[in-house]
């Protein structure tokens, strides 16, 4: 009963193609987050979606797409895999009413060569 | 806008000796603040908020931090470490209890030696 899952844990592809990454959340929140982490540990949000409507778009470069079937379901789309793409890719949920309160899920390192 | 800055990258203390984990924040109203725990190979864990109130808050594992609003930190401390404490620590501000942008400082990797 994992609250925040994410698949795979490990991608490893080449530069140029299309991969996903999947992330769910039995916790029942509105809200719903991907970050990247770089190699010197820096973490940056990317997308937030409350209830399947985008709300939080950082300057991230549109290879990268957020799709949000349902309000438990955040996966996220990258096309034309590049190198420096490479990092670990956290998902997060939240309460709609206590956003700051994220819980994180395991990250799926992703390594582009 | 905010930002945070955690001081030293990485801190070593001997088990059984005080941890001190510093955290300085610059935001233009008053912050939210929080540090999260960052286990090898798992995602980020919350470990400590500060929202209103008071300024010394209390999280899990026997950690504390301390809102100081003249010094604009947020350090977090435990009087004895543990082998089990050693980990990533991240400190993070946001500008309300509404705000869903959390802002991240750099990390502190804790080491724990025997």
């Known amino acids: 009963d994992t609250a925040v899952s994410q698949t795979p844990k490990y991608l490893v592809t080449q530069m140029g193609n299309d991969k996903s990454i999947k992330c769910e959340q039995n916790l029942g929140h509105d809200t719903m987050y991907w970050y990247k982490q770089d190699s010197k540990k820096f973490l940056k949000i990317m997308f937030s979606?409350?209830?399947?409507?985008?709300?939080i778009n950082e300057t991230v470069p549109n290879r990268f797409s957020p799709k949000s079937p349902d309000k438990a379901h955040l996966n996220l789309h990258i096309n034309s895999l590049e190198l420096g793409d490479s990092a670990v890719y956290f998902c997060?949920?939240?309460?709609?009413?206590?956003?700051?309160?994220?819980?994180f899920g395991p990250g799926t390192r992703l390594t582009v060569t | 806008a905010q930002s945070v800055t955690q001081l030293g990258s990485h801190v070593s203390v001997s088990e059984g000796a005080l941890v001190l984990l510093r955290c300085n924040y610059s935001s233009s109203v008053p912050p939210y603040l929080f540090w999260y725990v960052q286990y090898p190979n798992q995602g980020l864990q919350l470990l400590l908020k500060?929202?209103?109130?008071?300024?010394l808050v209390k999280g899990i594992n026997g950690f504390e931090a301390e809102f100081k609003k003249s010094e604009t930190s947020f350090h977090l401390t435990k009087p004895s470490a543990h082998m089990s404490d050693a980990a990533e620590y991240f400190c993070?501000?946001?500008?309300?209890?509404?705000?869903?942008?959390?802002?991240f400082g750099s990390g502190t990797q804790l080491t724990v030696l025997p």
């Open positions: 979606y409350n209830n399947k409507e985008l709300i």
């Open positions: 997060a949920s939240s309460r709609k009413d206590i956003p700051y309160e994220q819980y």
């Open positions: 993070a501000v946001t500008p309300s209890g509404s705000a869903r942008q959390l802002t």
């Open positions: 500060y929202t209103t109130g008071a300024t």
